[in-house]
């Protein structure tokens, strides 16, 4: 049987373990940096308003996948929106609900939260997934490309950009 | 001369008139429908802590730009970083230099608060704003594809999902 729930400070070997897991499925298994330290000063601090929210899903008390967001904006429509930034259910858990299941918890609390709408990216190489969530309602904004700035060696992008001065 | 600083709520009757030539800009001018008392709540209300964060740009006194932007999160580097929702410069201030110093602002931003660096997106036909962009040393992620639920008529989507029950 499946139970969904938010996740506590105690978790955080288990977030890790399925942040891994995923960066390994997207075929990044090197880029998964963040330790427990990490994770429990940005989401888990007392006094401190969390950085992301995590859903835990179990199946029979078995841990079987995990989703982890954030709330962007919309300008454009005056109101915050659900950011999911991760979601993955284990290999052997898959074909149960389980990924529809926590979209669905995910979708209350972006209702409550008087949210938009919610937002994510896919691999354009998933097609699966895009298959599950066009079958969901969602839709590709293909047109939207990200763009993203770092501090890479050896030119350090970012910090090069901070560093211009106004004419 | 070119001066930024942070908005505050006087200032949202000009980031409305941003948000809107953005809009018209980005060639959908009827889906910029946020109002004035939606800035106020969800960016400039005393005891909350905002959803979004603004920039503003004057030339000589004239407003000339904006920057808003957000937090998101990296679960892979465990580090939050910059999310710059909208960057406008008015069509009769460019080539001033002027959204090059607001990313510049940004990139300050985004290493004061420790981010692991910035991210926006740029329509992809938009072809000088991704070569500026490339120009200062961001990235293209051409293979996320971005995915969006809401509740459009008449299916409702956001709300379908929100009502799907666990196996």
Same mark, same amino acid.
């Given at each position: ?7 506590? /400070?105690?978790?955080?070997?288990? +977030?890790? %373990? ?5 960066? %390994? #499925?997207?075929? %990044? ?10 994770? +429990? ?20 008390? =078995?841990?079987?996948? #995990?989703?982890?967001?954030? #709330? /962007? ?52 190489? /998933?097609? @699966? ?13 293909? =047109?939207? +490309?990200?763009?993203?700035?770092? /501090? =890479?060696? @050896?030119?350090? @992008? ?10």
């Amino acid at each position: 049987m499946l139970s969904i729930r938010p996740a506590t /400070n105690t978790d955080v070997p288990l +977030i890790l %373990e399925f942040i891994r897991d995923l960066a %390994e #499925f997207e075929r %990044e298994p090197q880029a998964a940096v963040a330790t427990a330290d990490d994770l +429990i000063r940005d989401g888990f601090t007392e006094g401190t308003p969390p950085k992301f929210h995590v859903l835990l899903a179990h199946w029979d008390g =078995e841990p079987a996948g #995990f989703a982890l967001y954030f #709330f /962007n904006y919309s300008t454009w429509i005056g109101k915050p929106g659900l950011y999911l930034e991760d979601l993955f259910v284990k290999p052997h858990m898959r074909g149960k609900g389980i990924g529809k299941a926590l979209l669905a918890e995910l979708a209350r609390v972006a209702l409550r939260e008087d949210c938009y709408g919610m937002r994510w990216q896919v691999l354009d190489w /998933n097609q @699966p997934a895009i298959d599950f969530y066009e079958s969901l309602g969602a839709k590709l904004l293909r =047109e939207w +490309i990200t763009v993203r700035i770092m /501090n =890479e060696k @050896p030119d350090e @992008p970012l910090r090069k950009l901070a560093g211009m001065q106004a004419k």
